[in-house]
């Protein structure tokens, strides 16, 4: 069974510093992952998908990195700001599926504050 | 605007009193999903829908059911509710097949069975 951990659980950094979230899963037989973010009181928003066969995915100041082998993620935010304060939530797509429709497992999330 | 609206946002329901909780999404997508989020545990999914009149089990089915009667809509029913199913719930659509495509989460809805 798939299980993704998130480590740590909580982070607070001061406004500019660049910082990295970490995701490990278990079973390395992944189709993609995703990083999402959670705002408080809404849903979640698409960061980032990597397929399996990509070692990196980059949108703006956001890049993350896969090591499938390792199974490992990050998410690297440079130059942070107090607006990307939120929880970081990253999920495996297992790359065997029973069913037509693929699943989403997902780690518990990171949940970030940057202070001023 | 692209959206995945839910409704209630907030609920607070007592044992055994059925409730439904609507999800819509105005982006044509095939594909809808309902999960629930719980401390330390992460979002479970609990169905899913790939099309209308096909629906299947997530990980968490058990004390829920969901209907596709029109492509945009994805209501889930709890026909007696339990105080293990106060959760965090979440509705999403997708184009494709989750994990293929992107999905669009709807704002959440709060149940609280006392």
């Known amino acids: 069974k798939q299980e993704v951990t998130q480590i740590p659980a909580a982070l607070s950094v001061p406004e500019g510093e660049n910082l990295v979230l970490n995701c490990s899963f278990t079973?390395?037989?992944?189709?993609?992952l995703q990083w999402f973010r959670q705002d408080p009181g809404k849903g979640l928003t698409s960061l980032l998908l990597?397929?399996?066969?990509?070692r990196e995915q980059t949108s703006g100041r956001l890049n993350a990195s896969l090591d499938k082998s390792s199974g490992r993620s990050t998410l690297y935010i440079a130059a942070s700001q107090p607006g990307d304060s939120a929880t970081y939530l990253c999920?495996?797509?297992?790359?065997?599926?029973?069913?037509?429709?693929?699943?989403?497992?997902f780690g518990t999330g990171t949940r970030l504050q940057v202070t001023l | 605007e692209a959206q995945v609206t839910q409704n209630p946002r907030y609920l607070i329901t007592v044992t055994g009193k059925k409730l439904t909780v609507t999800c819509s999404q105005n982006?044509?997508?095939?594909?809808m999903s309902w999960y629930r989020q719980d401390p330390g545990l992460g979002l479970r999914q609990i169905y899913y829908?790939?099309?209308?009149?096909?629906?299947d089990k997530g990980d968490v089915p058990e004390g829920y059911k969901v209907s596709r009667k029109e492509k945009r809509n994805f209501p889930l029913i709890l026909e007696s509710p339990s105080p293990n199913q106060t959760s965090l719930y979440f509705c999403?659509?997708?184009?494709?097949?989750?994990?293929?495509?992107?999905?669009?989460f709807g704002p959440g809805t709060r149940l609280t069975v006392l």
């Open positions: 999403a659509s997708s184009l494709g097949p989750v994990g293929y495509n992107e999905q669009f």
């Open positions: 079973d390395s037989a992944i189709y993609n």
């Open positions: 990597i397929q399996s066969s990509q």
């Open positions: 999920a495996v797509r297992r790359a065997r599926n029973t069913g037509t429709a693929s699943k989403l497992t």
């Open positions: 982006m044509n997508h095939e594909y």
């Open positions: 829908s790939m099309n209308v009149e096909v629906t």
